[in-house]
């Protein structure tokens, strides 16, 4: 009811602006002009400004020896801005919002022998651009640094990267990550790799509209990658190499005639990783197993591949379709060796037994996806389908074994795990711009059917059979449908933006655990409502408001009622009765310089570790009471620019501070451990780039995050340095890059956790984090990789942590 209050509120607050809106209102512009070949500044450059509807001279003016034009006094709101020069290509910027930005940002002009015919683009853009539900970084304007998708990303000083996992949050809190609105699930240190010229814009959505699945992570970050427009062959190829057999490389190729798009695409990559793992657990209440202490070290191997092939056909203005088939596949090998001890409450020396653990771990999915759009006669009125089908395999298995000091025989247990499920999802949708503000309404079915089929067998020396003395296989099956339907709105009123919408949805789950003869049955029907109002005092400086609803739902290891153990005296179990978590955000910015944020979330998923029986340790997720997250981030981004309001030394081109402060209340009890209790959290993150002799380009970052504490944890700080160089040749269409990573040796975690009844400790070092890596990539024919629609929800990809 109060949402729906807001939401007139602010539609008949901003009605009232709009009558006041002068038709008489004039706008300007100003930019910056340099070579594309010397990154110099050029004097005389002639800037006109042309009505888009008639094409004719509406405004114009010179660039000085700086390169800087300014032109005031324009008419129109949207308009084409036409550049020329002797012995540089014509360029045309066809489409530029002044109602959006006055200021262009920088445009490059080729230097040319001979004339050549002008060269049209759709619009230039500034770095970053401040919308009420998001933030787009244009990724041609970021400073460079590495090459990397991820170190241009922390260029912005708009998201966090962990300096060790690579994972990418966004004020502190976990993100679902889509590339072109595809979820895009593969590891963080692959993401890490992807060249930043693969994309053109990166979008932070800070508010999920109505029309995105309700589940998945607080926030989005959408990668949208180029597309070729022009009739060509093109391509680009790209190959990495580094310490910890770090390899991964890519081939993209793409031709373009008439109405047909063929387009496809292969990568894959790989790299090893030691680690030195130690664990200590104490159980107060166990006299004869008080002590368990662990030492040991874990080799693991990963590598992945991807393909991709499709096409785009245009049969007219009004009817396009596309169709692609993609396929994934991961492979994960560990072995893990321990030595281990088991003390009394003396501190005496029970018995001693060595562990090793061999682990094989794959995954692999078929993606086959259609799309149809049809437009109207009425600009930005169409109707659009898509259908995706996916079809997913997923095998693991385990070996382990354990040699006691006081057993005769080792204790052998071996355990293989085939997950398979096929998905259905399609989606319509209709868009219908009208006089008072853009509709959108659609409506999506999800049908999802998943098998997890769980062996175990334990080796009896006595006997020299193998049994499941435990009991642990089983079948299970779960299937999902989804039903959803949503209507958003959006409209400007001058300097004020409002979009809004809700998602009505529901989802029907069945659960089969055969094995027991075990069934259950779940109904969850629910509303997510959003409202985003914004106000732009300048382009600078953007005052936002959001407020959003969003869901997790529990997936199939969550709900399974079966026993997996992990290790002697460790076992974790599913909970059917287990339900949906909720997350209310409601968040006020000004650009990206201050943002405050306060997430209410009910239901909170998580496992959660109790010791029962003296010595045995449980792991069930389950649903604490409620958490409260209170946030507060400030940024402070510096570009060497001509628009720049500061400006240092021309060396410095980019420089960002970023902190973030976390303040979360739990709520909630597992068994007999109390999960009432505050955690304070914090980090800085720091980038300085630099533009050096020869064109070559550096960029350092730094990360860190002091120790924390709380009633059932502490964690110690954790630092991180790192430099990367650059070079480009060929017009910047050959680059190399030479990085290296944890300059301090600092990649290391040690973690300690206090129950009731136990205390543990476990520190993870991996055995060489400073690494060196170089990369090349080519493209050719101006290669531009192509962008892509969503439908999936992204629910595939949930599964165990740790792969």
């Excluded at 053109?200 to 070729?228: F, H, M, R």
């Excluded at 008439?258 to 104490?282: C, H, P, R, V």
């Excluded at 059917?449 to 435990?470: C, E, F, P, S, V």
């Excluded at 075990?518 to 959001?546: C, R």
């Amino acid at each position: 009811m109060k949402i729906k209050l807001i939401v007139t509120f602010c539609v008949l607050f901003l009605c009232s602006f709009s009558f006041a809106q002068s038709s008489k209102e004039s706008f300007k512009l100003s930019g910056f002009v340099e070579d594309s070949t010397s990154n110099k500044g050029l004097k005389g450059v002639n800037v006109v400004v042309l009505s888009r509807s008639e094409n004719k001279n509406i405004g114009g003016s010179s660039t000085d020896e700086r390169g800087l034009f300014n032109i005031s006094d324009i008419k129109e709101g949207v308009v084409r801005v036409k550049f020329s020069m002797m012995g540089y290509q014509t360029k045309i910027i066809d489409s530029v919002s002044l109602t959006t930005t006055s200021k262009l940002g920088l445009v490059k002009l080729r230097p040319v022998a001979y004339e050549m015919p002008e060269v049209v683009i759709k619009t230039l853009k500034p770095m970053v651009e401040f919308h009420v539900d998001k933030q787009v970084i244009n990724m041609d304007q970021v400073p460079e640094g590495s090459g990397s998708l991820t170190d241009a990303l922390k260029n912005t000083g708009l998201v966090q990267v962990d300096p060790q996992s690579d994972a990418v949050t966004i004020r502190g809190q976990a993100i679902k990550i889509e590339m072109d609105g595809q979820p895009y699930d593969v590891p963080d240190k692959m993401l890490a790799s992807l060249p930043a010229s693969m994309a053109d814009q990166v979008e932070l959505i800070l508010s999920p509209s109505a029309k995105e699945s309700a589940e998945g992570g607080t926030y989005i970050l959408n990668i949208v990658s180029k597309k070729s427009i022009l009739d060509s062959y093109s391509g680009s190829v790209n190959v990495r190499v580094g310490e910890n057999s770090q390899k991964n490389g890519g081939l993209d190729l793409h031709y373009k005639k008439d109405k047909l798009n063929l387009f496809g695409s292969a990568s894959g990559w790989g790299a090893k990783q030691n680690t030195e793992q130690i664990n200590e657990n104490i159980n107060y209440n166990s006299s004869s197993f008080y002590r368990q202490y662990s030492n040991g070290y874990n080799d693991g191997q990963y590598n992945g591949s991807y393909y991709k092939l499709g096409f785009d056909y245009k049969f007219n203005d009004k009817n396009t379709v596309t169709f692609y088939s993609n396929y994934n596949k991961f492979k994960y090998n560990s072995n893990n060796n321990n030595n281990s001890e088991v003390d009394n409450s003396s501190l005496v020396k029970e018995y001693e037994y060595s562990a090793t653990n061999k682990s094989d771990y794959e995954y692999s999915a078929n993606n086959f996806y259609g799309f149809y759009k049809r437009s109207f006669e009425k600009k930005g009125e169409e109707l659009t389908v898509d259908a995706l089908f996916t079809k997913i395999s997923s095998p693991n298995s385990s070996s382990q074994r354990y040699n006691y000091s006081n057993k005769e025989y080792a204790q052998i247990h071996n355990s293989s795990n085939g997950e398979s499920a096929n998905t259905f999802i399609t989606k319509i949708a209709l868009t219908d711009p009208t006089d008072i503000g853009k509709f959108e309404t659609g409506y999506n079915f999800t049908n999802r059917d998943r098998k997890n089929n769980y062996n175990a067998l334990d080796y009896i020396g006595q006997t020299n059979q193998w049994q499941d003395t435990l009991g642990l296989s089983n079948f299970f099956k779960y299937n999902e449908n989804i039903h959803a339907v949503y209507l958003t709105y959006a409209n400007t009123w001058g300097k004020y933006e409002l979009k809004t919408g809700i998602r009505a949805e529901n989802l029907h789950t069945h659960g089969d655990q055969f094995t027991t003869n075990e069934s259950f049955t779940n109904n969850y029907f629910n509303v997510f409502p959003n409202i985003n109002l914004s106000y732009k005092f300048s382009d600078m400086f953007q005052l936002a408001f959001n407020a959003f609803r969003r869901v997790k739902y529990p997936n199939m290891y969550f709900v399974n009622p079966f026993k997996e153990y992990s290790g002697i005296n460790s076992y974790s179990i599913g909970n059917p009765t287990i339900k949906p978590q909720f997350v209310n955000s409601y968040g006020i910015s000004l650009s990206q310089y201050i943002n405050t944020y306060y997430v209410h979330s009910t239901g909170n998923m998580s496992y959660e570790t109790a010791v029962i029986n003296d010595s045995i340790s449980v792991s069930s997720p389950i649903n604490i009471t409620s958490t409260d997250l209170f946030g507060l981030e400030l940024s402070l981004p510096y570009y060497n620019s001509p628009a720049s309001p500061v400006h240092l030394p021309d060396f410095i081109s980019s420089f960002n501070i970023n902190y973030n402060y976390r303040y979360q209340k739990r709520h909630g009890h597992y068994y007999e451990e109390n999960l009432n209790y505050d955690t304070k959290s914090s980090d800085l993150n720091a980038n300085l780039g630099l533009a050096l002799f020869y064109d070559i380009k550096a960029n350092i970052s730094f990360w860190y995050s002091p120790k924390y504490s709380d009633v059932r944890s502490s964690n110690r700080e954790q630092k991180y340095l790192s430099l990367n160089v650059s070079k480009s040749f060929f017009n910047k269409k050959l680059k190399f890059n030479f990085s290296v990573n944890d300059i301090l040796k600092s990649g290391k975690w040690e973690n300690w956790t206090y129950g009731n009844d136990y205390r543990s400790y476990s520190l993870y070092a991996p055995t060489k984090t400073r690494t060196f890596s170089i990369g090349i990539s080519y493209a050719f024919n101006d290669y531009t990789e192509r962008y892509d629609r969503n439908i999936d929800d992204g629910r595939d990809a949930s599964g165990k942590s740790g792969h």
